[in-house]
């Protein structure tokens, strides 16, 4: 994989669709998510023009799950709601080990310290979800959490200096990115519903009469809102070394010995929602608390004074 200068056009229609000939969420849909993928080892390459970077995984794992998280029959694992034209699936993918690696690329951009930045992991999982519309197959909304257990990470001041490095490389085009996801975002639009088609009562349990006031509530329980992204450590310890030391007449200047320091953090998490609206109600956010009303009254009324003067102006 390569980072682009410029962020590419949205994908469109769904591949499995228009190779199956059809235009709506259908039978090629629903056989590919039902398939239970093994992969022994996968390695992924990124190059960018400041860094180079290589994701190696062993033992993966992707299948479907219900809501709940749990491996059962298929047709538990979407929800599909033909009053709204939109359909809900869950995904979740496991591995044993997950290895990443990081280096500055040969340039003369890059500062002389450039430590190898490595992390290795042991199970960890993504669970996804998915909002599509049934008509075209396109993903309304996406969530994506990123759960690990226990964690141990040793960095050296010079990795930690590396890291900043590759963040501040990347930074602008995740921020092209974004700007480009937010103008793409779907409008709240009335959608019509699709035409009724046999392959509705797959999302349908065998001997259950589909209620259309039960479907919408089981919707709008698990539903998506906005896509948002999430990333939760069950137990994190970090270990920050100083290895730098200054020479003098090729000895060791007595005083200057790094130290290091150790962090232990339990269940870490971060919420990313990139498409939410500053005074937007936070009630569907997972981590929502009381203190979040009070921030959105502070910010609508930030917002509302913003409105205001460009009114004027």
């Given at each position: 994989?390569?980072?682009?200068?410029?962020?590419?056009?949205?994908?469109?229609?769904?591949?499995?669709?228009?190779?199956?000939?059809?235009?709506?969420?259908?039978?090629?849909?629903?056989?590919?998510?039902?398939m239970?993928i093994?992969?022994?080892?996968?390695?992924?390459?990124?190059?960018?023009?400041?860094?180079?970077?290589?994701?190696?995984?062993?033992?993966?794992?992707?299948?479907?799950?219900?809501?709940?998280?749990?491996?059962?029959?298929?047709?538990?694992?979407?929800?599909?709601?033909?009053?709204?034209?939109?359909?809900?699936?869950?995904?979740?993918?496991?591995?044993?080990t997950?290895?990443?690696?990081?280096?500055?690329?040969?340039?003369?951009?890059?500062?002389?310290?450039?430590?190898?930045?490595?992390?290795?992991?042991?199970?960890?999982?993504?669970?996804?979800?998915?909002?599509?519309?049934?008509?075209?197959?396109?993903?309304?909304?996406?969530?994506?959490?990123?759960?690990?257990?226990?964690?141990?990470?040793?960095?050296?001041?010079?990795?930690?200096?590396?890291?900043m490095?590759?963040?501040e490389?990347?930074?602008?085009?995740?921020?092209?990115?974004?700007?480009?996801?937010?103008?793409?975002?779907?409008?709240?639009?009335?959608?019509?519903?699709?035409?009724?088609?046999?392959?509705q009562?797959?999302?349908?349990?065998?001997?259950?009469?589909?209620?259309?006031?039960?479907?919408?509530?089981?919707?709008?329980?698990?539903?998506?809102?906005?896509?948002?992204?999430?990333?939760?450590?069950?137990?994190?310890?970090?270990?920050?070394?100083?290895?730098?030391?200054?020479?003098?007449?090729?000895?060791?200047?007595?005083?200057?010995?790094?130290?290091?320091?150790?962090?232990?953090?339990?269940?870490?998490?971060?919420?990313?929602?990139?498409?939410?609206r500053?005074?937007?109600?936070?009630?569907?956010?997972?981590?929502?608390?009381?203190?979040?009303?009070?921030?959105?009254?502070?910010a609508?009324?930030?917002?509302?004074?913003?409105?205001?003067?460009?009114?004027?102006?």
């Open positions: 994989m390569r980072t682009c200068e410029e962020p590419r056009p949205p994908n469109g229609q769904s591949p499995i669709a228009l190779a199956a000939g059809q235009s709506e969420y259908g039978f090629a849909e629903k056989v590919v998510e039902g239970f093994v992969v022994n080892s996968i390695t992924i390459k990124i190059h960018s023009k400041a860094f180079h970077a290589s994701f190696e995984l062993w033992q993966l794992q992707g299948y479907s799950v219900n809501p709940n998280w749990q491996q059962s029959d298929l047709r538990l694992t979407r929800i599909t709601d033909p009053q709204r034209g939109e359909v809900l699936t869950f995904k979740e993918l496991t591995w044993q997950l290895r990443i690696e990081a280096d500055a690329t040969d340039n003369g951009d890059q500062d002389a310290v450039t430590t190898p930045l490595r992390l290795i992991t042991n199970q960890g999982r993504i669970q996804i979800s998915l909002k599509r519309r049934t008509k075209d197959c396109n993903v309304m909304a996406s969530k994506l959490m990123f759960l690990l257990d226990d964690l141990l990470w040793v960095l050296t001041d010079s990795q930690l200096k590396a890291m490095k590759y963040a490389s990347l930074s602008e085009a995740m921020e092209k990115s974004a700007q480009q996801r937010k103008s793409l975002a779907p409008e709240s639009v009335q959608i019509t519903p699709p035409p009724p088609s046999t392959q009562s797959w999302s349908q349990p065998f001997g259950v009469s589909p209620n259309a006031s039960s479907i919408g509530q089981y919707f709008d329980k698990h539903d998506m809102k906005e896509s948002s992204y999430h990333l939760l450590i069950s137990r994190l310890d970090l270990h920050i070394c100083d290895d730098s030391h200054t020479r003098e007449s090729g000895t060791l200047k007595h005083g200057m010995l790094g130290g290091a320091m150790q962090l232990t953090f339990r269940r870490m998490a971060f919420d990313y929602y990139p498409f939410h500053a005074g937007d109600a936070c009630k569907h956010w997972v981590r929502y608390s009381e203190a979040m009303e009070t921030r959105g009254q502070w609508k009324k930030l917002v509302s004074e913003f409105q205001s003067k460009i009114e004027k102006l």
